[in-house]
């Protein structure tokens, strides 16, 4: 981990969670994080019916608050969608565009991705950009060139190391126990940081953290987040359960 680079773990909660366990599970959190200074940043996404009461709960925390979609546009008649702008009014900082369950349920391409991170940072908000290759794909030998055209796809050339976070999830490895080796997982991240340098240049590019989802748990945290381009993780399972996301947390340091 480059000193400049502070690790982010970020908890991706998914389709989890009703208003009891999702308030005793930040408060836990709130809790933790206040004990004293930690050298890591702890993001919680809850899913859109917990955005408000969390945010009430997080009120003076350093835990921050992300949201797992936007729609592309800042408002209008697009019913059942959410806006930047309103995440950004309940107290949102992050936003997760193109998790690859999205990518997958309601067919969303890198063009799509690319404009509902834009109008995230447009609204302030720091997009999580997920990009990652599916089993069929690595097989193929493919996964360098699915990751390379996802980040072109994806990442608005305005971004910066500020308003853009990349989340690298090879899809296999989502919510299944397996992950790739850490040699893999350092080679693709530097292979996202260098195809990242053409975008948005090699300063901000250098500064931009590139967090590794997939199966993420305590007992492999140590060894994936210590990896010299990953700057953080994603978690979902893990996340689950204040105890282990903390423990993620924690071997980031
Ligand atoms: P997982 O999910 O940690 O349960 O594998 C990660 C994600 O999809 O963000």
Redesign the pocket.
Known sequence: MAQTRRPLI?G?W?MNGLTSDGIERTRALIEKMAAKAQPFDLLICPPATLLAPVAAALNGSAVRLGAQDCHAKASGAHTGDISAAMLKDIGCSHV?VG???RRADHHESDHAVHAKAVAAIEAGLTAIV?VGETEAQRDAGKTAEVVTSQVLGSVPARANHESLVI?Y?PVW?????KTPTAAEVQEVHALIRETLAGQIGEAEAAQTRILY?????PKNAKELLGLPDVDG???????LKADDFWAVADASR
């Open positions: 970020a991706n998914k997760i998790h690859s369950e997920c989340a999830e490895a989502i919510g299944t126990g989802g997939g199966s993420v748990n993780g994603l978690v979902g399972g893990a996340s």
